[in-house]
């Protein structure tokens, strides 16, 4: 059992003070790499996988109960929300269909997985660099031209964790959006501040061509129960529909039923995740580096050395960590959120990584 799952009860009881300190588990591999939370899935969404065994020989008939759910805490109707395997088959199917139609606009360095999947189905995809780390929403407007098909947004953005201006981007998708889907992947939103108040879904509810993208994979720690969902227009929900070639799996949609709207559970995972990002930070200030404060669950590590480079010491140590593609930040690595004995590890083993990897 991973550490993660032996310090939830005590974290959903709101005691978050030990998930720095106390360890029942010895990590051999570091993932940090991916943005999972180990933290794992809440205490209902375990009985309701468990429940849902005798199931399992059987397809899930319909996906009403679940849509249901999100469209009452949404305050929208079934027809505008449609369930995806992840959020990541969500993005990339719609991001291939609809960006096939001219090209893709997206900030760089995002989340570009979905996006390299567009490029290999023949989809162009134009990046706009960050401005002091911080996507520009002016800059992204300037850069749209005729042929530019969607834009894409994550907020808070990956691997940066930076936040846009909420009014701001209201205002951009609202503009945009009368002419170019926007898609707005909030993988991370339960982590923002008023979480609630920083999502676009009422922009959704206004009627705008903005899809919003969510996963249970992470604050809820369902990622291997390959459960999200977006939230659009019925003609978005039908486009996705159109696209999906496989049904529900009985134990992600289970979990996801009963994790929605568990704000006990959400404040104990929320608390775990930050304490995370706690102990990367104090990490990368005791080895003198420069690092961006997070809103997701990862953090942005300027190493002064060539990433790649720094990728392979830390590997050779077991430590794994993620690199992304971008000219403005090929010193930068981003470490995820993780369990404190594999954050320990990470701790541990970069000083070394450092001491082999001349600065650039």
Not at 17 to 34: F, I, S
Not at 52 to 71: F, M, Q, S, T, W
Not at 169 to 182: A, E, G
Not at 216 to 230: D, E, M, P, Q, T
């Amino acid at each position: 059992m991973q550490a993660g799952s032996l310090l939830a009860p005590a974290l959903i009881a709101g005691r978050t003070r030990p998930v720095l300190a106390a360890q029942a588990a010895t990590a051999t591999r570091a993932r940090l790499n991916v943005t999972e939370n180990p933290f794992g899935p809440s205490p209902a969404a375990r009985k309701a996988i468990i429940a849902c065994v005798p199931e399992a020989p059987y397809y899930v008939e319909d996906d009403h109960a679940l849509r249901d759910k999100i469209g009452y805490q949404e305050n929208l109707e079934r027809e505008k929300v449609a369930l995806s395997n992840g959020s990541l088959d969500a993005l990339s199917l719609l991001s291939t269909d609809i960006g096939r139609k001219g090209h893709i606009l997206a900030p760089q360095p995002t989340y570009a997985t979905h996006l390299n999947y567009a490029q290999r189905r023949g989809v162009e995809v134009r990046y706009v660099p960050l401005v002091d780390h911080a996507i520009n929403l002016d800059a992204l407007r300037q850069a749209i031209t005729p042929q530019t098909a969607l834009v894409y947004l994550c907020n808070p953005n990956n691997p940066t964790g930076d936040m846009l201006d909420h009014a701001k981007l209201l205002s951009f998708c609202r503009d945009i959006s009368k002419t170019i889907p926007v898609l707005v992947d909030e993988a991370y939103f339960e982590l923002l501040p008023s979480a609630d108040q920083m999502t676009v879904s009422s922009l959704v509810h206004s009627g705008h061509d903005v899809i919003v993208a969510r996963t249970f994979s992470k604050v809820y720690g369902l990622a291997g129960l390959r459960i999200g969902y977006i939230l659009a227009q019925p003609n978005r929900v039908k486009q996705l529909y159109s696209l999906t070639t496989t049904s529900r799996n009985q134990a992600g949609y289970a979990a996801a039923i009963a994790s929605l709207g568990d704000k006990t559970y959400l404040e104990g995972a929320i608390a775990y995740l930050k304490s995370c990002r706690t102990m990367i930070y104090d990490i990368c200030e005791k080895n003198s580096l420069t690092f961006l404060k997070s809103q997701g669950t990862f953090v942005y590590v300027d190493t002064q050395r060539p990433a790649e480079k720094m990728k392979t010491a830390l590997a050779q140590r077991g430590v794994d960590i993620r690199v992304f593609d971008a000219p403005a930040y090929q010193t930068w690595i981003r470490v995820g959120t993780a369990t404190p004995a594999e954050l320990a590890m990470f701790g541990r083993a970069l000083p070394a990584a450092l001491q082999d990897v001349p600065k650039a």
